[in-house]
């Protein structure tokens, strides 16, 4: 084919093999039932092309060589059993500004663990990984991500912070997995793997919303353990997994958790989730005061819409003072809409509730309120998404409500009303070594 660059005269690419049908894959997956994106980017080394010019020998810009890389996409997927052998690369990132409307002054967005910088331009979160899927003829597999931004910063916690928690922060995936041939195929997985308790991603690009859900800021995003996955037929799915603390970066106490995964595929639309956490998460061990933590979600899909419910409710007896027994319930109504081609928008109403302050720090009943619009682009092999959000959180309770006009040094305010303007940019893709 004949490619015309400017100031280089018309350059003739021939590729020595077919274009496979190779596609691009995001790193876990949308935790959360999401469609992935359908344009797929494959990479192909260079050393595939042999390049003639009309002209005596030009150096080429690195921008013309990966001009040349980087072909059309590619409407035929790889079948996914060949596409989960492939190794996968990529990376993100996110930034955004969000105008409190509450205050001019730059401000946390109170007991809010995600996009909690308001009024300043945030670098909230980048990520770049590389993983190899596993089959039963290529049974080893692996997963290795960092991140960065100012999203990892509450990841922390403010104590009993795990050893070297500050270094671990910047890794969201760290383990390996082997598939083995037993039965429908039972698949081990150990380290630091994505969490499949809660309905949204820690990045914001597999979900509905730019900013996350109550519900979801407060159960774990990540998990550090060990365990192993059973199809039990085409549509069930189980999990079973022995796990550090619900806080992946805190150590509460040396005792394993468990934590429990059922997925059940009604039909081609419909999908039930329930998903459980228990185990000790107070310096008392005893059974007594074990939490426990249940996460049930269900979805419906088609082509051009989802529509989601998710109800999480955590409980444990305080092992101090007056031994009361601590309660938190979220609720979540997730909408979204392909209205037409890239637009697209989304829509969340949700409930949390924290009588005891256990999560949140403060005792408070929070209502909100979310919609989205986002606009999806692709270019040079980057899947670009511009989304704009509104967001009104209403906080009462004695401990309830939000930084004011005066900033934090004011009095609280109930309500919040936010909007951000958002860039989000990713690039994924496979290779086979």
């Known amino acids: 084919m004949g490619i015309r660059v400017a100031g280089v005269g018309n350059v003739r690419v021939f590729s020595q093999i077919p274009v496979t049908t190779e596609h691009s894959s995001l790193l876990e997956g949308p935790r959360k039932g999401i469609k992935p994106n359908p344009y797929h980017f494959p990479m192909l080394p260079l050393s595939r092309f042999r390049i003639i010019s009309s002209r005596p020998p030009l150096r080429l810009s690195l921008g013309i060589v990966l001009s040349l890389l980087i072909p059309e996409p590619l409407m035929a997927e790889t079948p996914p059993e060949e596409a989960e052998a492939l190794w996968h ?38 990520m770049i990984y590389l993983r190899k899927g596993t089959t039963t003829e290529s049974p080893f597999g692996f997963e290795i991500s960092g ?91 189980t999990g079973l997994f022995i796990v550090s603390d619900y806080n992946y970066l805190q150590e509460v106490n040396t005792q394993p958790k468990y934590a429990t995964q059922f997925t059940y595929r009604i039909n081609e639309h419909l999908k039930w989730m329930e998903n459980a956490f228990v185990g000790p998460e107070q310096n008392n061990t005893a059974f007594q005061y074990w939490r426990g933590f249940l996460n049930s979600m269900v979805e419906w899909t088609e082509d051009d819409w989802t529509l989601a419910y998710v109800l999480d409710a955590g409980s444990q007896r305080a092992s101090t ?79 309830g409500g939000f930084y004011g006009p005066e900033g934090v040094s004011g009095p609280l305010v109930p309500g919040q009303s936010v909007i951000f303007l958002v860039l989000m940019m990713s690039y994924d893709a496979q290779f086979q070594p």
């Open 89 to 126: 690369y990529g990376a993100y990132l996110d930034v955004n500004y969000a105008p409190d409307l509450s205050t001019p002054r730059s401000v946390p967005f109170r007991d809010k663990l995600t996009t909690n910088r308001l009024n300043q331009f945030s670098p909230d979160l980048g």
């Open 321 to 399: 003072g007056n031994h009361v027994q601590q309660l938190y319930v979220a609720n979540a109504l997730y909408g979204r809409w392909n209205v037409s081609g890239p637009w697209t928008i989304g829509l969340r109403p949700e409930l949390y509730y924290d009588p005891n302050g256990l999560q949140t720090g403060n005792i408070q009943f929070i209502t909100a309120i979310t919609s989205t619009l986002e606009y999806n682009y692709q270019e040079a092999g980057f899947n670009n998404r511009l989304r704009l959000e509104y967001r009104y959180d209403k906080s009462t309770g004695t401990q």
């Open 147 to 237: 991140q960065a931004g100012y999203d990892t910063n509450d990841l922390l916690p403010s104590d009993q912070p795990l050893p070297g928690a500050n270094v671990l922060r910047y890794f969201s995936r760290a383990n390996v997995s082997y598939q083995t041939d037993i039965g429908n195929g039972l698949k081990f997985t150990g380290g630091l793997m994505n969490s499949f308790i809660g309905y949204e991603s820690f990045y914001a690009k597999d979900n509905i919303n730019y900013s996350r859900a109550w519900g979801s800021d407060y159960s774990p995003y990540f998990l550090i353990g060990i365990g192993a996955n059973y199809p039990v037929n085409s549509q069930i799915d």
